[in-house]
């Protein structure tokens, strides 16, 4: 069974970094792309980064670039996504998904995404 479970949310002030958690099982993790969505109140889910298991590759939306990292450790079939400058409008409730295994590339399209996880909610206080 397919799970991904994400964490590490919270209330941060703006200015401020957390770092999320998205643990997978189920799955042959290298061989997936995992990304990271958000969805804010009223807003279509939207994608924030996307890494690509088997080669390292990723991309970044253009509002979080520069802002946000995403990295993998592949020996603990997590990938983490380390926010800093954290700004109001990121709040929102952030998922993770995976995307394969024929089709490993990554999307910013969540319908492109097979399996997500329940959630975390970020909030930043201005």
């Known amino acids: 069974e397919v799970q991904l479970v994400e964490s590490g949310g919270g209330l941060v002030q703006a200015g401020g970094s957390l770092r999320l958690s998205c643990a997978a099982s189920g799955f042959t993790f290298d061989e997936y792309a995992i990304g990271w969505f958000r969805q804010a109140p009223g807003k279509e889910r939207e994608g924030v980064s996307c890494i690509r298991n088997s080669d390292g590759s990723r991309n970044y939306a253009d509002s979080v670039k520069g802002r946000v990292t995403i990295s993998s450790d592949n020996a603990k079939n997590t990938v983490y996504l380390q926010m800093n400058s954290l700004k109001p409008e990121d709040t929102a409730v952030y998922y993770c998904?995976?995307?394969?295994?024929?089709?490993?590339?990554?999307?910013?399209?969540?319908?492109?995404?097979?399996?997500w996880g329940q959630g975390t909610q970020v909030t930043v206080s201005s």
């Open positions: 998904a995976s995307k394969g295994p024929w089709d490993n590339y990554c999307s910013a399209s969540p319908a492109d995404f097979g399996s």
